[in-house]
T-cell receptor, first 111, second 115 residues
Framework: DAKTTQPPSMDCAEGRAANLPCNHSTISGNEYVYWYRQIHSQGPQYIIHGLKNNETNEMASLIITEDRKSSTLILPHATLRDTAVYYCIVRFLPTGNQFYFGTGTSLTVIP | GAVVSQHPSWVICKSGTSVKIECRSLDFQATTMFWYRQFPKQSLMLMATSNEGSKATYEQGVEKDKFLINHASLTLSTLTVTSAHPEDSSFYIC???????????FGPGTRLTVT
């Protein structure tokens, strides 16, 4: 079962930073936070994941609160191609393989 | 990067017939693959976990006799929808677990329409 809560939709102006929040208040110490996105009628695309520390890659930054009960995905300069549904997922490793998707946030980047 | 393909990308079949969907890991070996189903405007729902050389593990509420999964090699898993009905029309997505277990790579999906 999904263990995350996300706002159903958000808008962001093109070129601005998009900050997508996620609540995972029941996360346990061994669970990672993953972010995927799904552009219409395509398979999900990996964005980033983390355990405790903030993470950054070429696509985005992941900010995890100190108590790990929430996180924020940051797309630093949103483009129209970033319009998609963004899923925040918690996953136990190493024994947990499955991803259980929540409802996600539909992000619309506005010109 | 790791690539997962699905075939076909879309299929239309008549009610009562069976249809097979293939999921392949193109440049890596995947001991574990997963099958999801997604209805319009809904999230992905995990259907089953497919392990190479063993029986699939189905999520609660998923009929194992209707959705047959075979993972005969380290690069191929198949999902067969048997005796398809219009309510089985959906977007079926597979994914493959990467070597370290941290990664999971998704296929592009297969749109099934049952008429």
């Amino acid at each position: 079962d999904a263990k995350t809560t996300q706002p159903p939709s958000m808008d962001c102006a093109e070129g601005r930073a998009a900050n997508l929040p996620c609540n995972h208040s029941t996360i346990s110490g061994n669970e990672y936070v993953y972010w995927y996105r799904q552009i219409h009628s395509q398979g999900p695309q990996y964005i980033i994941h983390g355990l405790k520390n903030n993470e950054t890659n070429e696509m985005a930054s992941l900010i995890i609160t100190e108590d790990r009960k929430s996180s924020t995905l940051i797309l630093p300069h949103a483009t129209l191609r970033d319009t998609a549904v963004y899923y925040c997922i918690v996953r136990f490793l190493p024994t947990g393989n499955q991803f259980y998707f929540g409802t996600g946030t539909s992000l619309t980047v506005i010109p | 990067g790791a690539v997962v393909s699905q075939h076909p990308s879309w299929v239309i079949c008549k009610s009562g017939t069976s249809v097979k969907i293939e999921c392949r890991s193109l440049d890596f070996q995947a001991t574990t693959m997963f099958w999801y189903r997604q209805f319009p405007k809904q999230s992905l729902m995990l259907m089953a976990t497919s392990n190479e050389g063993s029986k699939a593990t189905y999520e609660q509420g998923v009929e194992k006799d209707k959705f047959l999964i075979n993972h005969a090699s380290l690069t191929l898993s198949t999902l067969t929808v048997t005796s398809a009905h219009p309510e089985d029309s959906s977007f079926y997505i597979c994914s493959a677990r990467g070597r370290t277990g941290y990664e999971q790579y998704f296929g592009p999906g297969t749109r099934l329409t049952v008429t």
